[in-house]
């Protein structure tokens, strides 16, 4: 990755990812390669221009290759991304009056995915993290023993209706 071209962002997906086999080169149309389109939006901070109509940005973030094939499936509209990449601008067939379209996208080599509500920062995780320190246990865990028990709890509720849980 180009040293002086690294970004980070981390913002909710916006729609549905695309995924394709793409070619690898003009060239070589034969050799493909996994592609992985997303929309983020990016929320802006105090430091930016912000107003009701402009309260985040929308980025398109690619992925190639393995991390493309890794993303696939995994990730929906809602969820959160934190993505570590670099900037290309390129041209592409487009609607312009030179019949080409310029298109600047974010390349991800890194991303984390966090699905709705576990979202850093957010109330919910902010809560999460204090109760987890406070019983000296790990996020991870507590939200595991929470989900367990809250399960328990529905099947017992759906057993006493009657209705058997599977």
Do not use: C
């Not at 690898?24 to 996994?34: E, F, G, P, Q, T």
């Not at 997303?38 to 930016?48: C, G, I, N, Y």
Request: net charge neutral.
């Amino acid at each position: 990755m180009p040293e002086n071209n690294q970004v980070f962002l981390q913002g909710e997906v916006a729609a549905r990812p695309y995924f394709d086999l793409v070619p690898r080169s003009k060239h070589d149309k034969a050799d493909r390669i996994a592609f992985f389109k997303v929309l983020l939006d990016v929320p802006r901070t105090k430091t930016q221009a912000l107003d009701a109509e402009h309260t985040h940005d929308r980025l398109r973030v690619v992925a190639y290759g393995k991390l493309a094939e890794a993303l696939r499936g995994k990730i929906k509209p809602g969820d959160w991304m934190a993505v570590t990449g670099w900037i290309q601008v390129r041209r592409r067939d487009g609607a312009s009056e030179d019949g080409q379209t310029t298109i600047a996208e974010l390349v991800a080599h890194e991303v984390k995915h966090f699905m709705r509500p576990f979202v850093p920062d957010s109330p919910l995780m902010l809560r999460l993290e204090r109760i987890a320190e406070v019983q000296g246990v790990t996020v991870r865990d507590l939200a595991s023993q929470i989900l367990a028990d809250q399960v328990k709890h529905m099947e017992l509720e759906l057993q006493l209706a009657g209705v058997n849980p599977g």
